[in-house]
């Protein structure tokens, strides 16, 4: 049965995009990777964590100590997570085999952000599930005023 945030866009404020271009091309030939919290269902906050891959250049692992103190504040801040993101230095702006096997917050959406002739290419999706089939879905990502 699909989750009832299955196919609901990422809803973000209008600063949230050029906050996570900017984080992202600190260094666009790694992976980088952080949250979006916000009050109720609009991101409004970016927490970028760093990755502690083995490979960067590949994968992305969020950083467990500044992954647990992102938590802590959304939690002190009243916000809930809204939207976990990251970049394909190397690859599509879709999730990969590992980004679905490492799929552990289904509740929230996945912007995933590729550099294309020096534009950011980014794509919203959330995990839905239909029958025996789980994945993610391709969703709108849409500026709240």
Same mark, same amino acid.
């Given at each position: 049965?699909? +989750?009832?945030?299955?196919? $609901?866009? =990422?809803?973000?404020?209008?600063? !949230?995009?050029? @906050?996570? %271009?900017?984080?992202? /091309? ?34 992305? +692992?969020?950083?467990?100590? $500044?992954? =647990?103190?992102?938590?802590?504040? !959304?939690?002190? @801040?009243? %916000?809930?997570?809204? /939207? ?62």
């Amino acid at each position: 049965m699909d +989750s009832p945030r299955a196919l $609901e866009p =990422i809803r973000l404020a209008p600063d !949230i995009l050029p @906050a996570i %271009e900017a984080d992202l /091309a600190c260094t666009p030939d790694l992976e980088r990777c952080g949250l979006i919290s916000g009050p109720g269902r609009v991101g409004q906050t970016i927490h970028p964590i760093p990755n502690c891959a083995a490979d960067p250049k590949r994968a992305f +692992s969020m950083a467990p100590e $500044e992954l =647990i103190a992102a938590f802590a504040r !959304i939690e002190a @801040a009243g %916000e809930t997570l809204t /939207a976990i993101y990251h970049s394909h230095p190397n690859g599509r702006a879709s999730p990969s085999a590992s980004d679905v096997a490492q799929a552990h917050y289904r509740e929230a959406g996945y912007l995933i952000g590729v550099w294309t002739s020096g534009a950011l290419q980014m794509r919203g999706f959330r995990w839905a599930a239909a029958n025996a089939a789980e994945g993610f879905v391709e969703v709108e990502v849409a500026i709240e005023a």
